[in-house]
Each structure stands twice: as structure tokens, then as C-alpha cells.
């Protein structure tokens, strides 16, 4: 028959805790691989974990594939089944601590340093490190992408939350030392049971114990599946700029993505909310996250203009680092040189608007939600304060010419200034007008360029009867310099303000008609973002080469010419330079580190440090007598070697005597 009385203590470290002496080198093994366990785990939350992050401080992925979603549940089954110093903890409560001296075979019998106190400790210890490293394994088990990320990482921390299983092993071998060979062997299963009063089995403390865990887990699995599906990991809105040497008309998709409702490959997309709205979706056939324009109302991301390498990722901005391609008509595909992919979301970046701007939630009219401080200007307020004036540098006195000098005595505006209110793409606007409302002065170059001509508008005259002031703007990549003549749009526009909003609202660099006669050299914000003043960073094309635009060439406005340079002509040997200079000093852009488990970590590491120093300062005594012992022990060894050596010096005597 089956003695439900009988219980004997775990064969791990832990148990070393009850029975030894607070002072013995069990006891202090005990402490040190615990310490051991739980500076691993600190190390590893720390790694895996970002608490500045208030969306996401775990690092959970986007989303994944069915296969990682099922391996997922039976990872959590096997975690919870296989950790067992937690259950063994709910075990130990549940027997108690018998001290009853009637029960010869209780535990405080059985092993006469146990204690209560020791006992207490010994589950929280145990309980502790249990707990730690189930929710580490939880965790790394969700940030898995991959089966086989799952597993390795599932193996990982099986190693080391069974450590105190194997150190025990070890130690009762002898692999460090007799002594603590001997103190593990006093509690082995065949040599050292002992009896608890209440003859209860462990089958509910189990069972309550896999119901309890399986269930927690399970309902944060399902927590962070929902999160997943939603998108609610994923950035919000996205920065996005594309290459325009291959495929010209690519560059004016630069913008503001924002995250859109509809999924393709079970992929949330994003959507340009700007006229003609293009879309940042995946392609499930082909495997890449693709640039699309919507054809009869309706979006395939398949039928794409720029796409990625192949990925099964859920979160375009993991394609950021890799080969994007696009699509000529002549060569096929080729690749992009160059892609700019960031987020754009104060949730998900830390200090977003780095330390020149303020960050502004809720504001539907200001897309970007950073409200830059005085001099500074951007997405992120990266660049100086836009140049208020820019004029025809004086190393450069050709001008540019209009209507590609058929007219020799046409000449674009040697000064522009900023118009107040307008941008377009992040970028400010410039005109050849000073002023505003019926103050307004058109600069127009007359070669020889000796002076300038003002023409002031009179108190019935507006923009409308003005049709030769010149243009500069951005398009997404390039800067392009042309006049209202070009811009159909700008027919009707009667004041300043208007063509502010004309600009800031209904341009863009595709969709809009006009004609480009003068085309800047690339301007990639990969370039500039993290500039400061010292570098170069600015919103103006000050400094920038020209070209001639095919579009001029052919003196007509089409799809592919207008944002093509003309590279059978050489650059334009003019540039513009700010008069307006402003000192301000760059976005420093700064991080911040995860420092939450920082001090966690150091008390941990420390751990071990200081109950190596509590054994010998706290112990003296033990350390006295250990010391008087093993003196003796040398002493009585030292005389019996002086005894031989005298017995062999007699017996030597002996021999000469008799010869």
C-alpha cells in the first residue's frame, strides 16, 4: 500500500537551501545559481524588451503566418508542462512545514538545519525564478516570426531555467567537490524521505497549477493575436520616397502613407491620402510589398510600379533596407537605387520631432504632428528655417533662359521669395512676387541683367492678370522651375493666398498639369534627415545643379517628359544662393535607452558578490573550526612522519652495531 505520508525534498539547488547551513558552501551554491539564473533573465528582458516604446515594448511583430500562430499554442503547452520549479513551490506549501516532535520523520526531523524561515525562502526563491523564466519563454515564444525561431529560442530557456536541476546532478557526483558531493547525496530519493502529517497527493496541486498558467498565457495569446490582426503594432503613417532615375514620375509619389482598412495577403495597406492616392499594399502572388496607382477605381497591388524584394513580412518598413525594382517599359525590371521608408508616428518613435519641434496630437490639420520651433522647418523640423530670398549667385550671371532660349530677350527672375503659407511635399514654395495682398512687386530679369523691373499690381488688378511669375517647387525629389503660364490650375487664382492653398492642397507632382522647364538634381531626405545646420540640411535649393528638362526640349507637357532632365544637354551653369542665412543648429535627434531593468540587472550580478563576502565575514566561526581541524589533521600527520623517520634512523644504528 501506498504511503501518501511520504514526501521527499526536489533533487535542484533549491532544496540545498532548506536543509544546509546559512553559512555552508551548499547554501551559498544555492544562492549563486540562482543569482546566476536570474542575471540571465534580466539580461535577456532587457534585450527583448524597449520600455520607451508605448506601443509596443515587448517587440511583438506585426503579425505572422498561420504555421508560427499553432506553434505558438503548443509552445505555451509544452512551456508550462516542462517548468516545474513553480509547481514544485505549490507542492512544498502544500505539505507545510511539519515541526510536529511527535512525527520523527517530519522534515525538521529528517534534516535538523531545516528551518522555517529557510523553507519560506526556499519557495519564494523557487517560485520567483519559475515565474521569471515562464514569462521570458511566453514572451520569446510571441516574438517568434518563425517555427524555427520558436524552437531555438523554446530550447534556450529550457537550458537555463533547468540549471538548478543540473547543478544539483553535478554536485552529487562530486564534479565540485567531496564535501558538497556528500551534502547533496543527504537528500536523495532512496537515502533521506520524510513524512508530512496531511497525506495529500500531488495530482490538484498540478492540475490546479497547468489550469491556472494555461489558462493566463492563453488569454494573452489571444490579447496579442487580436492586437496583431488589427494592426495595431504596425506604424500609423509612413514616410516614403522612391528613386526617380529610372521610372522620373516615381520621385512625385513621395508622402505621407497613412494605414488603411484594407488588406491584401492578409497585409494591411497604406494608403496616400493626396490627390490620386497611391498604394503601399502586398502582393500576395508574387510575394512583395508593391507601389500601385488605383486603375478604374479599383487597387491591385500586383500591378505595381516600384516592389520589393520577395518577403513574407507583414510590416513594410522591414523592406526598407532591402532592393526595391520598378518597372520600364523598355529595359523591364530594374532595380531602384534609391528607397526611403520611415515611420512617421509619434506612438512609435521615440522623440519623433527631435529637440526643435513639439509634438502635437489631434491636430487634423497638421498632418505631421510635429510644430517646429522658431528657425527650424520639415517633417521632423531637420532643416534650418527655409531662406526667405534666394537670388541668381553671382558666380553664375547667364540667368535662366525661357522657352528654351527661342526668345533670348526672356529670362527668368534673377530673386525669388518664400510664399508665405504654401508647400508642397514639405517643402516651401517660391515666387517671383514680393508681398502680399495688393502689395505685391513681380521681379522679372531683362537681359543685360543690370536691374530689376517692379511691377506693382494697381487696386483692380489681381494674380489672374499675371502670367509670367516664375515658379519654383518641389515634386517629391526635384526641384522644378517653370512660371504660372505652365500651371492651368493657377488660371483662375487671384491672390497670394489662393495660390498658397493651390500648392499646399491640390498639387502634386504627377497628377497636376503643368510643364517643368528647369530641373534640380535629386534631393533625397535619406540624405538630410539627420543633417544639422553645420552640413548643409535645408529645405531651399540653394546650391543646387540644374538641367534642362525634357519637357523643354520637346516644348510639350507629358507624362514622362516633365520630371525627365534632358541629359543630352549639359547642366545649367546657374544656381541660386540664400541671401537670408539663419544660424540655427541641427534636429539632434536623440534616443533614449532602456534603463528599466538597468539597476534590476546590476543587483543581480551583484548578487553573487556579496554572499561570497557575507560567508567569510559573517561565518568565523564555522571558518575557525574548519581551520582548527584541518590544522590539526597536518599537525598529526607532520609528528607521524617525524616517528618514521626516527624508526628508520634507529633501525639503521641497529645494522652497524651488529656489523
Known sequence: MVDFTVRYLPEDTFSFIIYSHVCSRTFFLAILVFSFQIAVYALLAYDITDLTNEINPFKLPVNVEMPVRIAEAFAIVVAVTTQDDVQQALNLMRDGYDQDPANHSS???????????????????????????????????????????????????????????????????????????????????????????????????????????????????????????????????????????????????????????????????YIDDRVGGALLAYCLEQKRWTLSLVTDNVYDPCTWIAASDETIDFDVLTTATSQWVVKDAAKGILPLSQ??????????????????????????????????????????????EPCQKMEISQDYNNGFVKRGG?????????????????????????????????????????????????????DNQTLSNVTDIDIIVFTGVRWILS???????????????????????????????????????????????????????????????????????????????RLQPDLEKSPVLTKFSCIEENGVDGPGLEKKSNGGIGAFIGIALAAAFVLTVAYFVCCPNRKTQQMDVEMEELQFDENEEIDVEQDVTAAAECKVDDW
Not at 508642397?424 to 530689376?452: F, K, R, W
Not at 503660364?485 to 503643368?514: C, Q, R
Open 107 to 269: 522534515l525538521d526531523q529528517t534534516f535538523p538545519e531545516a528551518t522555517k524561515a529557510k523553507w519560506i525562502l526556499s519557495i519564494f526563491l523557487r517560485a520567483f525564478e519559475g515565474l521569471f523564466g515562464l514569462a521570458l519563454t511566453f514572451l520569446l515564444i510571441m516574438q517568434s516570426t518563425t517555427v524555427l525561431d520558436l524552437l531555438l529560442n523554446f530550447l534556450a530557456m529550457e537550458f537555463v531555467s533547468q540549471l538548478d536541476d543540473g547543478v544539483f546532478v553535478l554536485t552529487r557526483a562530486g564534479f565540485f567537490g567531496r564535501t558538497l558531493s556528500e551534502e547533496a547525496k543527504r537528500m536523495s530519493d532512496e537515502d533521506t524521505p520524510y513524512k508530512v502529517t496531511v497525506p495529500c497527493t500531488a495530482s490538484f496541486a498540478a492540475a490546479t497549477y497547468f489550469i491556472i498558467l494555461s489558462g493566463t498565457f492563453f488569454a494573452f495569446w489571444w490579447i496579442i493575436r487580436t492586437k496583431q490582426v488589427s494592426g495595431e503594432f504596425l506604424c500609423q503613417q509612413i514616410f516614403a520616397q522612391f528613386g526617380d532615375e529610372v521610372v522620373p514620375m516615381l520621385g512625385a509619389f513621395t508622402g505621407l502613407y497613412s494605414r488603411h482598412t484594407n488588406s491584401y495577403g492578409n497585409r494591411l495597406s
Open 406 to 458: 527661342t526668345n533670348s530677350s526672356s529670362y527668368f527672375a534673377s530673386t525669388f521669395y518664400l510664399l508665405e503659407g504654401a508647400e508642397a511635399y514639405n517643402h516651401p514654395v517660391y515666387t517671383s512676387l514680393l508681398g502680399t495682398g495688393q502689395e505685391i512687386i513681380h521681379h522679372e530679369l531683362l537681359p543685360p541683367p543690370d536691374q530689376d523691373v517692379d511691377v506693382t499690381l494697381g
Open 339 to 384: 528607397h526611403f521608408l520611415a515611420c512617421q508616428d509619434h506612438m512609435h518613435i521615440d522623440n519623433l520631432c527631435g529637440k526643435y519641434g513639439n509634438r502635437i496630437i489631434g491636430d487634423e490639420d497638421d498632418k505631421y504632428g510635429c510644430k517646429c520651433k522658431r528657425g527650424r522647418y520639415g517633417l521632423r523640423c531637420e532643416y534650418k
Open 483 to 561: 512660371y504660372k503660364s505652365w500651371f492651368p490650375g493657377l488660371k483662375d487664382i487671384n491672390d497670394v493666398s489662393e495660390m498658397a492653398e493651390y500648392f499646399s492642397k491640390k498639387f502634386h507632382g504627377h497628377f497636376t498639369k503643368y510643364t517643368a522647364l528647369y530641373i534640380s538634381e535629386p534631393a533625397y531626405v535619406s540624405e538630410t534627415l539627420y543633417m544639422d545646420s553645420q552640413t548643409g540640411a535645408e529645405a531651399s535649393p540653394s546650391n543646387l545643379k540644374w538641367q534642362y528638362s525634357s519637357a523643354l526640349a520637346a516644348f510639350q507637357s507629358t507624362f514622362d517628359q
